[in-house]
Each structure stands twice: as structure tokens, then as C-alpha cells.
């Protein structure tokens, strides 16, 4: 896991730490939405693994996702410019 979310061995719950790195508003940072463009749909594919240990005799259809974080992909990603002639 740490290595799929490219953080350190030393942090003790990969998951927490990049939920914690998580913005409290949509990012205005080119930095930070690559960040989050890149890392959000492993972290969603991870908790939906998670899931699916936690639950496998579930009655449930597991949820698979083959774009997961789309929504806050398309929310952090700023609108392209609009050509004006």
C-alpha cells in the first residue's frame, strides 16, 4: 500500500496520512491537483479492496468502479479556457 501511494515506510497508516493531506477547498495549485489527479483513484481502489475483505459474504454486488474519484477529479479540475475569436 505504501508503495502504490508512493509515501514513506516510516508513516504507520499510509491511508490516514493522505486523507489528512486531503485540501479543505478545491485546490488552486497546478502542484496539488496533479497530486490529487494522480493518487485519488489508487486510494479509492484501495479502500474498495478494503471493502471487499471486510465483507466478503456480502449480499451486496461489490461496487467496482473501473474510473474511481472521478467526481473529485472533475471538481479539482479547473475549466479549460475558452477560445475567443
Same mark, same amino acid.
Given at each position: 500500500?505504501?508503495?502504490?501511494?508512493?509515501?514513506?515506510?516510516?508513516?504507520?497508516?499510509? &491511508?490516514?496520512?493522505?486523507?489528512?493531506?486531503?485540501?479543505?477547498?478545491?485546490?488552486?495549485?497546478?502542484?496539488?491537483?496533479?497530486?490529487?489527479?494522480?493518487?485519488?483513484?489508487?486510494?479509492?481502489?484501495?479502500?474498495?479492496?478494503?471493502?471487499?475483505?471486510?465483507?466478503?459474504?456480502?449480499?451486496?454486488?461489490?461496487?467496482?468502479?473501473?474510473?474511481?474519484? &472521478?467526481?473529485?477529479?472533475?471538481?479539482?479540475?479547473?475549466?479549460?479556457?475558452?477560445?475567443?475569436?
Amino acid at each position: 500500500m505504501h508503495s502504490r501511494l508512493h509515501i514513506s515506510y516510516y508513516q504507520p497508516d499510509p &491511508v490516514l496520512f493522505f486523507l489528512n493531506q486531503l485540501p479543505k477547498g478545491q485546490p488552486t495549485s497546478p502542484k496539488q491537483i496533479q497530486y490529487l489527479t494522480s493518487y485519488w483513484p489508487i486510494l479509492c481502489s484501495i479502500l474498495m479492496e478494503f471493502d471487499s475483505y471486510h465483507h466478503p459474504t456480502s449480499n451486496q454486488q461489490q461496487y467496482q468502479d473501473p474510473n474511481p474519484g &472521478v467526481a473529485l477529479i472533475k471538481w479539482i479540475t479547473p475549466p479549460a479556457p475558452q477560445v475567443t475569436e
